[in-house]
């Protein structure tokens, strides 16, 4: 693989790293995150995820927030940053996605230029990069509605995918698929 330019990958933590549960017992990755998250380590991209605290379904606590953080990252850490927006959807914050407060937030704790870094996850969060000039790629999920992923620059259809184009360059194309021969994409080599 190619080298790449970007130096940080941002995911959201729920539904792109790991299954959106809100009991850090039942929470599992996602499919390829493992394997996504090794790649970008082995390669020397830093890597962190960035989630909101406060939702629709319910209001997180400090404790329920640190507990699925460290579910997360007993899972599939170790990660450079971790980032949690403590507003709710309607205090018309500066970081809860699609603002890009916590991306900036992330980035200048690794000193890295938003231009540097990729941020994988939702509708939301590929707005608040392109805002920033960060990579953003849409990995959509149940909940992404048409509309939002027409209007994405990039999709993958998995964080694997996402993780792979990043590495081989500046991925090219808006809908990003891996190509590759099944054995040669799954294989150990």
Do not use: Y
Not at 138 to 143: A, G, I, T
Not at 160 to 188: C, K, M, N, Y
């Amino acid at each position: 693989m190619a080298r790449t330019r970007t130096r940080t990958v941002l995911f959201d933590r729920d539904s792109i790293l790991a299954d959106d549960t809100l009991d850090p017992d039942r929470l599992r990755p996602a499919p390829g995150a493992g394997e996504a998250l090794g790649l970008l380590r082995l390669h020397g991209v830093r890597t962190g995820f960035l989630a909101v605290g406060k939702g629709a379904r319910k209001d997180l606590s400090d404790a329920d927030v640190r507990a699925l953080n460290h579910r997360v990252d007993a899972l599939l850490g170790p990660f450079d940053i971790r980032g949690v927006c403590p507003h709710g959807p309607d205090e018309h914050c500066h970081c809860r996605p699609p603002e890009p407060g916590l991306i900036l937030w992330a980035a200048g704790r690794l000193c890295t230029a938003p231009a540097d870094c990729a941020v994988v996850g939702t509708a939301a969060d590929a707005e608040a990069a392109a805002r920033v000039g960060a990579h953003g790629i849409l990995v959509p999920d149940e909940r992404t509605r048409p509309e939002e992923t027409a209007r994405a620059e990039q999709v993958a259809p998995d964080v694997l995918t996402a993780v792979r184009a990043l590495l081989t360059g500046p991925p090219q194309g808006r809908v990003l698929v891996d190509e590759r021969p099944i054995e040669e994409a799954f294989g150990d080599g």
